[in-house]
């Protein structure tokens, strides 16, 4: 299943263009990112990168994801603006 950390992670390589400075902007190891997107792209049944020597470039089903985290990203955050609020009141 796809989490938002998930898209965070293929937002974060399709802006770098590279795991290592996707690992840093994340502050997470390049092995441990190299490992989450292959689980990702284990568990989603294909690849989201091309990979080349100049760097790793979006498929269409990474562009797909982007593309679409926008409003999940912005529900997700009305949520936890939600508990905040009622979470104050209580």
Do not use: W
């Amino acid at each position: 299943m796809v989490d938002i950390s998930d898209i965070n992670i293929v937002e974060t390589i399709c802006s770098t263009g590279s795991l290592t400075k996707a690992a840093e902007a994340l502050f997470v190891s390049q092995p441990t990112l190299s490992k989450r997107l292959a689980r990702l792209e284990d568990e989603l049944g294909a690849k989201l990168f091309h990979r080349a020597p100049s760097g790793l470039s979006p498929t269409s089903i990474a562009n797909y994801l982007v593309d679409s985290a926008s409003p999940v990203k912005a529900r997700v955050a009305s949520i936890e603006r939600q508990v905040e609020r009622i979470l104050a009141h209580d």
